[in-house]
């Protein structure tokens, strides 16, 4: 068996998911605040951390945010300001679906054709934000995810 050469699904996908993430909400820590978010200081958070979220809500732009490194790293993410603005600026039912999305897919295997489907769907996404940009409108409505 040979070894395939370039990067593994996964690390394509949540390549996508940053691009996508930045494009939508800027470089300004969605926790705190600060910004603006360089380099090493701009990361991509998770609302339900990473380390207990199902590999389904960890590629999902719903579950993202541009976080600084203080908020994602130092404050695991900073959940409770994490979770305050999200539901000041979508709402319960927004927040309740991506806890009960959680809860239902937690343990599922989402293998490597799930992996490439999602990141074709982000490419798509990128592709179609150059038109979409040129509009008035802003980076972010609520419930766009």
């Not at 930045?22 to 705190?32: I, P, S």
């Not at 360089?38 to 590629?59: D, M, P, Q």
């Not at 603005?85 to 293998?111: C, H, I, P």
Request: hydrophobic share 30%.
């Amino acid at each position: 068996m040979t070894k395939r050469k370039g990067k593994k699904p996964a690390a394509v996908l949540w390549e996508l998911c940053k691009t996508l993430t930045r494009e939508r909400y800027g470089n300004t820590c969605y926790t705190c605040r600060k910004g603006p978010l360089t380099g090493s200081n701009w990361h991509t958070g998770h609302f339900i951390t990473k380390s207990i979220c199902s590999t389904e809500l960890a590629y999902d732009l719903k579950n993202l945010r541009p976080q600084c490194y203080h908020c994602n790293i130092n404050l695991s993410g900073n959940w409770p300001a994490f979770e305050a603005r999200l539901l000041a600026e979508e709402g319960q039912a927004y927040v309740n679906d991506l806890k009960d999305r959680n809860r239902a897919t937690k343990g599922q295997k989402f293998g490597t054709p799930w992996l490439i489907k999602k990141a074709e769907e982000y490419r798509a996404l990128l592709e179609a934000a150059p038109a979409a940009s040129q509009s008035s409108s802003p980076k972010h409505t609520p419930a766009s995810g």
